[in-house]
């Protein structure tokens, strides 16, 4: 006889391959070995945080684990990562600043979804499309590699599409500064060289 391992109740199987006689029964099982938690210890750094300090996980939707939750419940009836925000930060920051192209190319991906462009590029095209020199073609300085936002993130790599009809598609990106980037998109070339003429005459006429 094959009995449940929550309830001790016979599991009625026809190849005896289940551990629980009902899906009520697997849960409340999960919940009694994995009772939720104020404040768990970090996987990285050790410190012991408060759930909050933890990033919330959602279910996964493919591959081995589909259907599941990696993480660990909390008092507030969700599941949280292993690492904390902190550390989780600083793992994106340090795999960032080696290689921006995986992170890049997650980007564009998610805009050109929001744009409703065209979208065909893999990796390969954008390590093609990086500066040799690792210099901002436009503006010719070092790009910024640490994680920021807004206007904090001038110097940022960026990715721009030299005709935005045609989306990401190869032979249609640079990378430049995302200053650059701001300034193309806001205006047009003629604009841009409108602004240029006008403040290039007053700068010489305030000299």
């Not at 009902?22 to 210890?41: G, I, T, V």
Request: hydrophobic residues 30%; proline residues 5%.
């Amino acid at each position: 006889m094959n009995l449940c391992n929550f309830c001790k109740k016979e599991i009625i199987d026809i190849d005896n391959s289940s551990k629980f006689c009902s899906h009520n029964c697997k849960l409340e099982h999960f919940k009694k070995r994995y009772p939720p938690k104020k404040e768990k210890k970090c996987n990285f750094c050790n410190n012991t945080l408060d759930f909050n300090f933890f990033r919330i996980v959602k279910i996964v939707k493919k591959g081995p684990k589909k259907g599941k939750y990696v993480g660990w419940r909390t008092i507030n009836n969700d599941y949280r990562a292993s690492r904390c925000l902190n550390c989780e930060k600083k793992e994106f920051q340090s795999r960032y600043t080696k290689n921006p192209i995986p992170q890049m190319l997650s980007n564009s991906k998610i805009r050109a979804k929001n744009k409703g462009v065209l979208h065909t590029i893999t990796s390969k095209d954008l390590e093609n499309i990086w500066p040799k020199d690792n210099l901002c073609p436009v503006l010719k300085i070092p790009f910024d590699m640490s994680i920021k936002s807004g206007k904090s993130k001038s110097l940022a790599p960026s990715l721009d599409r030299i005709v935005p009809k045609k989306g990401y598609t190869p032979g249609n990106l640079v990378i430049v500064c995302d200053i650059v980037n701001r300034v193309k998109s806001d205006a047009t070339l003629e604009q841009m060289e409108m602004i240029f003429r006008f403040y290039s005459k007053l700068l010489k006429s305030n000299k």
